[in-house]
């Protein structure tokens, strides 16, 4: 029998009544890697960017893998001129988390969660569990209503530019 996943993003979840299936895989070393991993798609993997708008305020961006943020859609969306990519350190100040295991669960502030439109077109995603190797699979619906993310075109395919 396996262990039961244990993380920040699975004890936030706990009694939430929201249904995933956690999945433990090796640490993979790239996003490829991770999807062969788990057996689904790239366009399935959902990573949790998150990007600073100013002083101590921040946004998680889910992005699906093969995708890209489009900048200019990304601040146009948000109403600002500037946004940028926290460091690793203050990235896991604003989170709890270290980069690669970001995950809106369990996260140290519930910051507004902004969604590529194509994650709602997608039925099960897999997004971060709070630990290297570990996703939670889950229906793209529940998660967005779950997050009371907003869902709007935020990225470009990453072949693109």
């Given at each position: ?20 299936d ?36 921040y ?9 890209q ?24 100040a ?39 190797g ?28």
């Amino acid at each position: 029998m396996d262990e039961p996943i244990d993380t920040p993003a699975t004890r936030a979840l706990e009694g939430s009544g929201l249904r995933f299936d956690p999945v433990r895989t090796a640490r993979p070393s790239s996003a490829e890697e991770s999807a062969s991993f788990q057996g689904i798609e790239l366009s399935q993997l959902l990573r949790t960017i998150v990007v600073r708008r100013g002083a101590g305020d921040y946004v998680f961006v889910l992005v699906p893998g093969g995708r890209q943020i489009d900048w200019p859609k990304l601040r146009a969306h948000l109403g600002v001129s500037r946004i940028s990519l926290p460091d690793a350190e203050e990235a896991r100040a604003a989170t709890g988390y270290e980069r690669g295991t970001i995950t809106p669960f369990g996260a140290e502030a519930a910051w507004p969660v902004i969604a590529d439109a194509t994650v709602a077109a997608t039925p099960r995603v897999a997004i971060g569990g709070g630990a290297h190797g570990v996703n939670l699979h889950l229906s793209s619906a529940d998660l967005l209503a779950f997050l009371g993310a907003e869902v709007v075109d935020v990225t470009h395919p990453a072949a693109d530019r």
